[in-house]
């Protein structure tokens, strides 16, 4: 049986792979990074960053792939979630590997972006997981809602949505005074091109 929650990107992708008919590999990773959530999955045929860090890798923004239109058939998306520069931001560890938007509108520009890309890129009918995260600072930005919104702006259909649950604790500043609760989850959307 494939739940709805896991606690691992692989287990996730390899039910999105299973149940979803994508095959047995995505055809694109355009946030490839390290590539190290797909231990133990089989690799995108294609991968590609805006800024490579393993070699084999394309250049390329998500906003502005160097395929054809209607030529992939299933693209994993996991960008960068976080937002808003800030105090000590610029030195936390996953900042330094990973980006961080300076504004919640680069943010938006990006996902918004990527997503008419992508539209552009697949083929009908074809799968699109996206992971995004809700952020919270002084006040929580539901991302995963805009995501779900910006999708079927652009054609998409929502298909299934799958929901990864943290392992660990979570950085927070104990001094200060909680708000909000503490998010210990991400999201993984399946779009499908209409």
């Known amino acids: 049986m494939i739940r709805s929650y896991y606690d691992s990107d692989r287990d996730i992708l390899g039910a999105i ?3 979803h008919a994508v095959g047995e590999r995505f055809d694109l990773d355009p946030t490839y990074s390290k590539g190290l959530f797909w231990a133990g999955l089989p690799e995108p045929r294609f991968k590609s960053d805006l800024a ?6 394309v250049q390329a923004d998500a906003r502005c792939l160097p395929f054809s239109g209607n030529s992939m058939s299933s693209i994993c998306f996991d960008p960068p979630f976080m937002f808003g520069t800030h105090g000590q931001t610029k030195n936390n560890i996953m900042n330094r590997r990973f980006t961080m938007f300076d504004s919640w509108l680069e943010l938006v520009a990006m996902y918004q972006g990527s997503l008419h890309e992508f539209h552009r890129v697949l083929s009908p009918k074809g799968i699109l997981a996206f992971k995004c995260q809700d952020y919270t600072d002084s006040k929580t930005t539901m991302t995963h809602c ?17 929901i990864k649950l943290a392992k660990g604790g979570r ?6 005074v909680q708000r ?10 399946v779009f499908e091109k209409n």
């Open 180 to 189: 909000h609760a503490r998010k210990f989850h991400s999201y993984w959307w």
């Open 171 to 176: 950085i927070y500043n104990p001094n200060l």
């Open 17 to 19: 792979l299973q149940l």
């Open 146 to 162: 805009y995501v779900w919104q910006w999708a079927i702006e652009r054609g998409f259909y929502p298909k299934d949505l799958f």
């Open 52 to 57: 490579p860090q393993v070699s084999g890798l």
